[in-house]
């Protein structure tokens, strides 16, 4: 019988459902528990060392998963529930969800097991074999906390040429009547991109209002320590630890941001600033990716904010859309295209990810700032992860694969169904345009002008050869130069190739010959 952390509840006889619990599923009313009954079934949740090394991933990463684990576990004894749980330091783990699973189901002998969907193909493949390893029925059910199951998209998307993001968020409006006023959507358009998306400007941001960080229980001290010792060779920091790993703490984040960031979220979005790493986000995306919150209530809670004159429309439908459409659009991908999507690699880029992604010891100064901030706090906000991590990325020509591995690794509220369409798709463009409908590059002018970082950098953004020249600028023109060809296809694409047709020969060959020497100095 494994061991069990602070077990209160006596296990039943005979058990009839063994109700599994992953570490991103951590709600009391997930679709798993329905039905439960004490006197028959059993939870069984397991911290294995395979969940945190089969990508490197970073300190923060594994301590807000077993920090929110032990929580949640606490929370089902206190309710009641019969449970087995395997702390990672026991002894006799066996460092595999699947190795674990067996191990269980040898010693309960179970009638049934019960799932709700996980959120990752892999995990998905290795719980199923062990299922029918054991001639064991699997009661898989949908994952409630989406707005939409992965059988609705799958319809949506039969028939059609292309995907767009546009078409589908129109939908899930109409569908749940989210912003609408009858058969018309709130204000009568459907994206207020065009009053969003401002920069700070030379001032800077004003009087930004706090994160929402909570100072680390005897629970996750526990957590952090052993982080520390087991996973020690492991990226990051776990100094600055103070994510939400409980429903209650989850609720108040969210609720801090309803009331204080959400007025400025739209016209600040895509804006950046040097030592600013939280700005008016919501850092809720790691809250609702562990299931401490729902999508619906967050969404919910934006409305509200909208119809009581808290918060302009502009910047309400852009964060609604980040969770009704955006969020539901890339699940819906991720399993409508799994598990091959991982291996696509539409524009053959195969250069290592350099090493310094690991440690931000680069002198490009917007990149130092987001992968130390990374590092650190396990955090980064949509633009820095696709304008700057991501867009250098792409125009080096990183196997997407790498850059994906390194994602999931560094960040909080990366699980695989929202991370790599994210990154394989939107930031590197490794689908082919499947996700997106074009690359999205840009030149070091957009960070100029995005944020200050370039104010602090030894490379002009406005130069792309010489020895200041600024290698996105170098990298964007010699990214349009090797795939010209491709991009031609792409009428979004036909105002930069525009440009691109200015440069003489002389002037390619040095763009060519700048973005190889800077491609060498990264190896």
């Known amino acids: 019988m494994p061991k069990t952390r602070n077990l209160s509840i006596a296990l039943p006889a005979k058990v009839r459902h063994l109700v599994i619990v992953l570490g991103d599923q951590l709600d009391a009313q997930s679709s798993a528990l329905q039905g439960f009954d004490a006197t028959q079934d059993v939870v069984w949740m397991a911290e294995v060392d395979q969940e945190s090394t089969h990508v490197w991933s970073a300190k923060q990463r594994i301590a807000v998963f077993l920090s929110a684990m032990r929580h949640f576990a606490n929370e089902l004894r206190e309710r009641g529930l019969p449970l087995v749980y395997v702390p990672m330091d026991e002894p006799t783990n066996r460092g595999t969800l699947a190795l674990e699973l067996e191990r269980v189901i040898t010693v309960l002998q179970p009638a049934a097991l019960v799932l709700t969907a996980p959120g990752d193909w892999r995990v998905l493949h290795s719980l199923r074999a062990v299922a029918k390893q054991h001639s064991l ?66 001032t800077g941001p004003q009087n930004v209002p706090p994160p929402s960080r909570f100072t680390p229980d005897a629970v996750t001290q526990e957590v952090l320590a052993l982080v520390n010792t087991r996973f ?28 204080q960031r959400l007025p400025l979220f739209g016209r600040y979005e895509d804006a950046m600033w040097a030592g600013e790493p939280w700005l008016y986000h919501s850092h809720l995306s790691c809250a609702l990716n562990l299931k401490l919150l729902s999508a619906r209530e967050v969404v919910q809670a934006a409305e509200d904010a909208y119809h009581t004159g808290h918060a302009p429309l502009a910047a309400v439908e852009g964060f609604i859309r980040q969770i009704l459409g955006w969020r539901e659009y890339v699940r819906g991908i991720y399993w409508l295209h799994m598990p091959d999507y991982l291996e696509r690699n539409a524009l053959n880029a195969q250069a290592e990810l350099p090493a310094w992604y690991w440690t931000g010891q680069t002198d490009m100064a917007c990149l130092k700032e987001a992968i130390t901030q990374t590092l650190e706090h396990g955090y980064a906000h949509h633009i820095q992860r696709l304008m700057v991590t991501g867009l250098y990325a792409l125009l080096l020509g990183v196997k997407p694969q790498a850059v994906h591995s390194w994602y999931l690794s560094v960040y909080v ?111």
């Open 413 to 523: 509220d990366a699980v695989e169904w929202v991370e790599l369409p994210n990154t394989l798709g939107m930031g590197q463009f490794g689908d082919g345009g499947l996700m997106a409908s074009k690359p999205y590059v840009a030149s070091g002018k957009y960070i100029q002008r995005m944020s200050n970082h370039c104010s602090a950098c030894p490379y002009d953004p406005a130069q792309s050869t010489g020895p200041t020249a600024c290698p996105f600028t170098t990298l964007y023109r010699d990214f349009l130069m090797r795939h010209e060809t491709l991009l031609k296809k792409n009428p979004r694409m036909a105002m930069q190739l525009k440009n691109l047709a200015r440069l003489d020969d002389a002037a390619r060959d040095a763009i060519t010959a700048q973005a190889t020497a800077h491609r060498h100095a990264q190896v």
């Open 137 to 202: 029925p699997l009661d898989l059910r949908d994952d409630t906390h989406f707005f939409s199951t992965v059988r609705e998209f799958a319809a949506h998307a039969e028939g059609r040429k292309q995907l767009r993001l546009e078409y589908w968020y129109r939908e899930m409006r109409h569908q749940h009547g989210i912003l609408m006023e009858g058969k018309a959507p709130v204000g009568g358009q459907w994206n207020f991109d065009a009053d969003n998306r401002e920069s700070f400007g030379k």
């Open 232 to 259: 020690a060779s492991h990226p990051g920091s776990l100094k600055s630890f103070g994510w939400p790993v409980t429903r209650s703490h989850a609720l108040e984040a969210l609720q801090a941001f309803i009331d």
